[in-house]
């Protein structure tokens, strides 16, 4: 019986407020809220680039702890060049910069904002070629010694292992989100 009230009371409370004149909020606020979805939805590609090079910042120091790009080292040892060294030179660089570049991409994947993921994807190439390259060269202005065959190699590895994991941790989020709903 009190099933049958409330559902009879859900239909009262519908139709009372079914039946409210419509009201047009201020100019300003839809506005305010129309730029706040906008920007969210479609934020500045060099504002995610900066949050993307914040995180290569902190995610490459830690990985020149496990695998030290062109000499430079947090700690001492060789960490995986010992492992992509057994393959060669070239399959090192690749390896090395797979790494450096594809750990950032993955950790950005995963905690950026869903409007700063889709910003990098619709022009990753060009962010992660440049992130690439600016690497490259903050390490050339470091004191790293490089072969310009070998640069070449760790800036495709970089390239390569960074677009993979960007795509690996959207379908990682997206697979995610979708089992969440």
């Not at 080292?73 to 090192?92: H, K, N, Q, V």
Request: hydrophobic share 50%; charged share 15%; aromatic share 8%.
């Amino acid at each position: 019986m009190s099933k049958k009230q409330s559902v009879q009371d859900w239909a009262r409370d519908f139709e009372c407020f079914a039946s409210v004149e419509e009201r047009v909020p201020p100019l300003h606020v839809s506005a305010k809220v129309f730029d706040a979805v906008h920007h969210d939805l479609n934020p500045e590609a060099s504002w995610v680039f900066a949050k993307l090079g914040l995180i290569q910042l902190l995610v490459g120091a830690l990985v020149l702890a496990m695998c030290p790009q062109f000499g430079i080292s947090i700690f001492p040892g060789m960490g995986l060049m010992t492992l992509f060294m057994r393959y060669g030179e070239t399959a090192c660089m690749l390896g090395c910069g797979s790494v450096f570049l594809g750990a950032s991409s993955l950790l950005g994947s995963l905690i950026l904002r869903p409007g700063e993921i889709r910003v990098i994807r619709r022009s990753r190439l060009l962010q992660l070629g440049v992130m690439a390259t600016l690497s490259s060269g903050v390490f050339a202005c470091l004191g790293g010694e490089m072969m310009v065959t070998l640069g070449v190699a760790w800036v495709a590895g970089s390239l390569l292992g960074g677009l993979g994991s960007l795509e690996l941790g959207w379908l990682v989020r997206s697979r995610l989100r979708r089992g969440i709903r």
